[in-house]
Nanobody, 121 residues
Framework: VQVVESGGGLVQPGGSLRLSCVAS????????MAWYRQVPGHDRELVAR???????EYADSAKGRFLISRDNAKNTVYLQMDGLKPDDTAVYYC????????????????WGQGTLVTVAS
């Protein structure tokens, strides 16, 4: 199983981007899908998370501007980012809790390689 992000790039302040992350290899089950971001010299921080059950969670900085959604049939999670600010500039990482096969025990964590989002005029 591999987790691969796409959709990053350069955008002007106030603009929008949509990130995508897909888990390849036909995983049996995906419990949580989440987006994190990291700025050089800082810890990686949670942006948004969605589980199979319950409501999505958002960091305070993302509330009202970002929307996380998942397509279970495609093993994909999206992050729609609107009203982008220069402070949103970071490498965005996708993280999934995956059970590869039906007989597998605990879920395993998978991280993508990251996609760079730059917000600048």
């Amino acid at each position: 199983v591999q987790v691969v992000e796409s959709g990053g790039g350069l955008v002007q302040p106030g603009g929008s981007l949509r990130l995508s992350c897909v888990a390849s290899g036909s995983p049996h089950d995906i419990l949580t899908m989440a987006w994190y971001r990291q700025v050089p010299g800082h810890d990686r921080e949670l942006v948004a998370r969605t589980t199979k059950f319950g409501e999505p969670e958002y960091a305070d900085s993302a509330k009202g501007r970002f929307l996380i959604s998942r397509d279970n049939a495609k093993n994909t999670v999206y992050l729609q980012m609107d009203g982008l600010k220069p402070d949103d500039t970071a490498v965005y990482y996708c993280r999934m809790e995956i059970r590869r096969t039906e007989g597998e025990g605990p879920y395993s964590l998978y991280w993508g390689q990251g996609t760079l989002v730059t917000v600048a005029s």
